[in-house]
């Protein structure tokens, strides 16, 4: 459920308050980036490599940024305090302004920077996945990107819903596994662990991030290749990864039952688990803009 109050450029107010103009492009066009945080114990949960990603993708979509995360980051802090937030999903959203035959030729500022908290959600001990065809173009210039367009996703997602399925996996130009909606693919094969290169046009989204770098499991090695179907149906363990999610196993594709273990996901996501909780405590103590 989404929470009383929003953040809004630098000020905070209720939601019902919040005044958008319709000549804002980013609005009419989808053009703006975002991200989605984990805020656990009253910290923002990897903020620095949130914001390293929103910065890559504003980038490529020419969206204006605040030049100083810190300040964007104690802002956050605030709206999480006014919503008593300190267990929740927060969303930032950079919108740009101007722009195209629609956009606002002379607005106040390049982009809008907006915030929301909700109540994390329940994902169950499991998931079911359909297929979709043709979904990510890994060859082109915006592959990874988290762009405000994103009704694709939301579509193919509903469609999935409609059928009794959990999530969708959006195969590539060339029938690899590429990712789903808002969650990266994983499968094991004993103690090796494989996802998607960024090549096959998945997101790199942060928890994929930090099992690829950080978390360490004893006798349990993470890479990366390409996945098909195939090697997704026959794998031992399949299990999807996201800021909200952690890591979930996959029980069903299409009309078959997946995965014959759970061993290795329970081992890594202990270990997730205990690197959350230390980065939360070492957090807590640190000031913002450290």
Known sequence: MLHRYVLHNETILEHSAASLAPSQVGLLSGWGVFTTLRVSGGVLFAFERHWNRITRDATAYRVSLPEDPAQIERKLLELVEANRAYNSTLRLVIVRNG???????????????????????DWGHGVKLAYQENARHAAGPFAGTKVLSWSMNLTWLEMAQCRGFDEVILLNERGEAAECTSANLFIANGDQVWTPPL???????????????????????????????????????????STTRDLLPVLQIEDKAVGRSNRVREALQREFAAYVERYVAEHRLAPVGR
């Open 199 to 241: 090549s096959s046009g998945c997101l790199p989204g942060i928890t994929r991030e930090l099992l690829l770098s950080e978390v360490r499991a004893p006798g349990i090695a993470i890479g990366e290749k390409a996945l098909t179907p195939q090697d997704l149906e026959s794998a031992d363990e399949l299990f999807i990864t």
């Open 99 to 121: 722009g195209g035959m629609w956009g606002n030729p002379a607005p106040d500022r390049p982009s809008d920077v907006i915030a929301l908290t909700a109540d994390s959600k």
